[in-house]
């Protein structure tokens, strides 16, 4: 695996490639890589002769700099994880090297209503942070393909509709929620949970399930979200959100309708866990 520092080394390397006719994926990380992170590896190479990852804590999507300053650091183990999945190249780039002017100069891509809402809502200047460093690293690396988890669905719908409306030559692949065996979505802040929470994280898949199964047979929506809230609560999580939207537009809704999702956020301990499950109606 060749380890690029340099935005020159990235772009000379995936040239060389380019003018070998290969195609090139992409998966941009902020590193503490887990099976979810190489399962985008995985898939990038379905689609793809070559693959380029990145490691790259952005500064721009943290608005609490105690998040920031405890983001886990696991380069080393994250180096070999990616070697082992036959990674081709991954660029490690510095702050300094994405934000040269510092973060209040830096020109910014801002995706408009998508962004409001949900982890856009309680996190201010967090998806404007995302789509800034996506957009530059996808500048940077100039890929055919790009890979994103549904885990971070919002996320997903913020990079495509910015590859739509900025027109970036970049196909966006979106894969599946890696889970733990008993449902919990996995994540680099599953690791911050004590013996006690991760035993009782897993509810959180369990009472959406539930919810959403209930919503396809037509219960009403508002009901099952108060009484899952409140089953929540009971167990101890703090529930941040818990809502039904449009897949397509992340737009709330009331009533049942096709392609809807349901979508959770909840603080268990110091830990927010975030998840999201399609909601498949019976008819
Ligand atoms: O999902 C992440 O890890 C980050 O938000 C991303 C896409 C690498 C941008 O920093």
Redesign the pocket.
Known sequence: MIIANTINEVRQQVLNWRQQGLKVAFV???GNLHQG?LTLVKTAKQHADKIVA?I???PM?FNDANDLANYPKTMDADQQALIHEQTDLLYIPTVEQIYPKGLEQQSAVEVPTITEGLCGGNRPGHFR??ST??AK?FNIVQPDVAC??EK?FQ?LQV?KTMVEDLSFPIEVIAVATCREQDGLAMSSRNTHLTQGERVIAPELKQCMDLVAANIAEGCNIKDELDKAKMHLTELGFKVDYLEVRREKDLQLVNKIEPGLRLFAAAYLGKPRLIDNIAIKLSK
């Open positions: 941009p990380t902020m992170h990145s790259f804590v952005n999507q942070g995302v460093v996506v690293l994103f988890g971070d996320q990079i």
